[in-house]
Structure formats: C-alpha cells, structure tokens
C-alpha cells in the first residue's frame, strides 16, 4: 500500500476536494459536473460582440458597417412595401389558423423558392413533372443557416467520403459555415479567393486548388454576391469551374443568400446555380429569403436537392426526401409559419411579385450608389491606394482591404464599425455619413502606412 505525507500533493488535493464537499453541503449547493475542463468558456461571437460595442458607443456620429442588413438612406430598418402588403392580406384572412406546417414545410412556398432559384423553365422542375431525369426535393428551412445546416447533416451521414474527402470553403466565407460543417464532423479546407494585391478574384489560385482536390470533395460555392469579399466570378469563370468540377467528380453545394438582392436581378444573380442544373450536375442549394425579403427574424428558406440525370432519378430523390424528413423532425419536428406565408404571398402573386423586384431595385440600387459615393469621395480626397474595387464588388459587402490594425484605429479614432478582416456592410453608408467614413478611411491609411 502506498504511503503518503500529510504534505504530499494527493493528501493535499483530497483534502481540498472534501473541504469543497463540505461547504457545498452546508450551502445547500451541488458542484457541477461541467467545470471549466469540460465546458470552455467559448468566444464571444466576434460579429454580435461588435454590435454590443456600437450600441454601447454615445459618439453622435457612430456609423455601423458591421451589420448584414439592409438600411434605409437614414440608417433605419426597411419593411418592404410588398412585404406591408401580404403581411395586411394575412392578418385579413379568416382562415389563418396557428397549426402546425408539414415536416417539409408550406408546400406553395417551397415550390415557389424552387421556381425562384431554378427558373419556372428549369431541367429539375420540368422533368420532375414528366417523371424521368432531373429530379429536385425541397425543405422549408430556419433561413439560410438552417439550410445550411440540413445540408450539412445530410451529407455528414448519407455522402460517400470513401477517402475522407472534405468540405472546401471559399478564404474567406462565411463564419458561420466553418462552425456548421464543424459541428456535424466533416473535415474542412479551403480554397484560394480575394486576392489581396488586386482586391477581385484570385481565380488562378481557386481553379487550381479545386483542380487538385481529392476527387469527390465537397465545393461549397456562393452562388452571387460573395460573403465577405463582395466578388463574384464572372460566367465564363463558372464554365470552367464547372468543367473542373465534373472532371473531379466533386459534389457542388451552392449558398445562395442574395438572390435579387445583389444585381437587382433574380435571373442574373441565379445564373451560376442554373447554369450547374442545366449541365446536370447532382447538387444541393440553400437559399435564404432573410435579404431579399426584409425577413431577417423570420427565419424563412428552403433547402434543396437536385438528383443527376438518370432514369432512377424519381427513386433517388423519394429515398433522399424520406432521409431529410428525419433529419428534419428529429432537429425541428416542422418550420415556423409566418415568414414562408409572408413570401409565398408575395411569390405566388404576379402583381405583387412584380412589386417586390421593384423593392429589390430599390435596396440594391441604394447600395450600388453608395459603392460609387465611397469610391468618389476616397479619390477626391487622393486617398493613399486604388479603390475601384469598391465599384467593382457586388452585394452588401465590400471587402475594402483595411488591415486589422486600421479597423481597430478607425474605430477608435471616428467610431466607425467593421469587423477586423476589413468587411463593410455598404447598406450602413447613406448620403448623411458617407463623406464622414470616407475622410476617416482616408486619415487612417495615411497614419499608418
């Protein structure tokens, strides 16, 4: 039997571990088995902790760059008008009940998301209807991220990684894909993207990289107006993507979160995805309607599945919806109702339809005003650098090529928001601060290059 000291280490630990016992008795209180060991403390979410500090913030003339919603010329939340529209023609119908959707979701808005990100004369939705080739399954999802997450899952459990092929991510994307792909255990790499010498595409880099993937890898693509960068590759880029793609068997899942919302036009900013189905890949979209609607709290998407053409597509696509039924329940049980009535409304209607493109026009014409507004007062100002990249850029955010050190010194300095890669929300600049952010912008360069 081992002998030990009153002094020795294990003596000393048992002895503090009984005095804790002790208190926690006469306290009333039980120690908990998550200690600090097996629960960390987690970081706070970086984009959400720089919220919390432009509230905090008094300075009059804060400007918040960070957030990823649409604002209005006086930095204030727009509620499309369609969106008033539907919501009045809801709240006056008689029958609107609080049941439960379907697993799948609200059938007349899944189908009409499936139209939206496909095109009414689609290969998927045509052939679906004629029971052979193309088949498509869609879900009704949490928005994008729950989409994201579905599709996710799904592969995690049902794709072939006979290799431990992994998932590769655009440098940068998305936070949030990083931690949706790591929590259902699926390996991540990335490929190359934004070039920081030219602020565009560094496509070389991305071309070669998914060229030299292992065959079958997952390529999760944005489908328009890249989150964060801003930059898209053109369609000839895409071609040959999709050459590549093919030739190494990869398994396309494209993120579409700003359809509409980046060129003003829903065909242009889907060309990408219907360009893949047209040349029959098998693939996977989630589509968010958070931008393009106004719906941010919402929380309304779609999830869908595109088989490869084949004669046993209609089986496929049967087996694949019943497994995404189970995912679906056993995660959701069924999706919240309101944000998919308020867009079914909306896209089942064709006058109010054509209403919502005009709001489109209107939030991302705002935005491409702002891009040339920031553009023009840098170079009047001689701003230190190029800055046509502001221009050349798509969608909500710009990637303006700020370095950690000058976001953290504009911050400091002028009370303007960013999150530390460089990343502006261009839907914060209006006609009242932007000359403001410009001349911070320009005064913090010149500091520190």
Avoid at 113 to 136: F, N
Avoid at 154 to 170: E, G, M, N
């Amino acid at each position: 039997m081992a002998h030990h000291s009153p002094n020795s280490p294990s003596v000393s630990a048992t002895s503090t571990n009984r005095l804790a016992n002790i208190k926690g008795h006469m306290d009333g209180s039980n120690p908990t088995v998550f200690t600090s060991d097996n629960v960390p403390q987690a970081p706070e979410d970086p984009l959400f902790g720089l919220m919390a500090a432009y509230r905090k913030d008094n300075f009059e003339k804060k400007v918040d760059l960070g957030i990823g919603a649409y604002r209005d010329n006086n930095a204030k939340p727009w509620v499309l008008p369609v969106v008033k529209k539907a919501d009045e023609r809801l709240r006056e119908d008689p029958n609107l009940n609080h049941e439960y959707l379907p697993i799948a979701g609200l059938p007349e808005f899944t189908s009409a998301a499936q139209k939206l990100i496909l095109g009414p004369d689609s290969r998927a939705i045509q052939e679906k209807r004629a029971s052979q080739l193309i088949q498509v399954v869609s879900f009704q999802t949490i928005s994008g991220t729950g989409a994201v997450h579905l599709g996710a899952l799904f592969l995690s459990k049902f794709y072939p990684r006979r290799t431990d092929q992994p998932v590769y991510f655009s440098s940068p994307t998305w936070a949030n894909h990083n931690q949706i792909f790591s929590n259902v255990h699926l390996p991540i790499k990335t490929y190359p993207y934004f070039s920081p010498q030219t602020k565009g595409l560094d496509f070389e880099g991305m071309r070669s990289t998914i060229e030299q993937a292992p065959e079958g890898s997952i390529m999760l693509l944005h489908a328009c107006a890249h989150n964060p960068t801003g930059v898209d590759p053109t369609r000839e880029q895409w071609k040959e993507l999709s050459e590549i793609i093919r030739a190494k068997k990869h398994f396309p899942f494209f993120d579409c979160a700003y359809q509409g919302f980046a060129s003003g036009s829903l065909e242009n900013d889907a060309w990408a995805v219907r360009y893949f189905v047209e040349q029959g890949f098998e693939l996977c979209i989630a589509q968010s309607f958070a931008k393009n609607f106004g719906l941010y709290g919402e929380r309304a998407g779609a999830f869908h599945f595109v088989t490869g053409a084949g004669s046993d597509a209609q089986n496929t696509i049967a087996r694949i919806g019943s497994q995404l039924a189970i995912l679906q329940r056993s995660e959701i049980s069924n999706p919240p109702a309101y944000g998919a009535r308020i867009a079914s409304l909306v896209l089942n209607d064709s006058e109010l339809f054509t209403e919502w493109e005009a709001n489109l026009r209107t939030m991302s014409g705002r935005i491409i005003d702002m891009r040339k507004a920031l553009r023009e007062n840098l170079e009047k100002l001689g701003t230190p650098g190029s800055w046509k990249h502001i221009t050349e850029q798509i969608g909500m955010f710009s990637f303006t090529g700020l370095t950690e050190k000058q976001v953290l010194k504009i911050r400091e300095d002028a009370h303007v928001y960013m999150t530390k890669n460089g990343r502006i929300s261009m839907a914060g600049l209006n006609t009242g601060n932007v000359e403001y952010v410009a001349k911070a912008v320009d005064k913090v360069v010149r500091e520190t290059n």
